[in-house]
């Protein structure tokens, strides 16, 4: 598989999904579900969506469903590293197991 602008754009999606996913957690670590605070980060957040989605759209363009299906399951193991990362959050063995399950699934994808 050659690397072009739109398998790009598919990892950048999944890394802005990954981070969005992680701002949605940290209103739930401590907080009044109603607090100020709260409500800015998920409106951020749901703003990141928004973005991904135009991301994804644009690189469908020029990829294919099925590669770029597979492309975006690579969100999975950045949200465990953002989790660990930013939210402090222990990565247990089932978290490395399936991390490790999904780059083997992507990898094996696109050697084929």
């Known amino acids: 598989m050659q690397i072009n602008n739109s398998c790009l754009l598919f990892l950048l999606a999944a890394l802005f999904t990954a981070f969005a996913h992680t701002l949605l957690k940290i209103p739930s670590l401590n907080h009044p579900p109603f607090e100020n605070k709260n409500i800015k980060i998920s409106f951020l957040a749901y703003s990141i969506f928004g973005l991904v989605t135009f991301l994804t759209i644009i690189a469908y363009r020029d ?26 959050e222990k990565i247990r063995f089932q978290d490395i ?16």
């Open 63 to 88: 990829f294919d469903l099925d590669s770029g299906v597979i492309l975006s399951t690579s969100s999975y193991v950045f949200i465990m590293l953002f989790s660990h990362f930013i939210l402090h």
């Open 97 to 112: 197991l399936g991390s490790c399950l999904v780059l083997a699934g992507i990898i094996f994808f696109f050697l084929n």
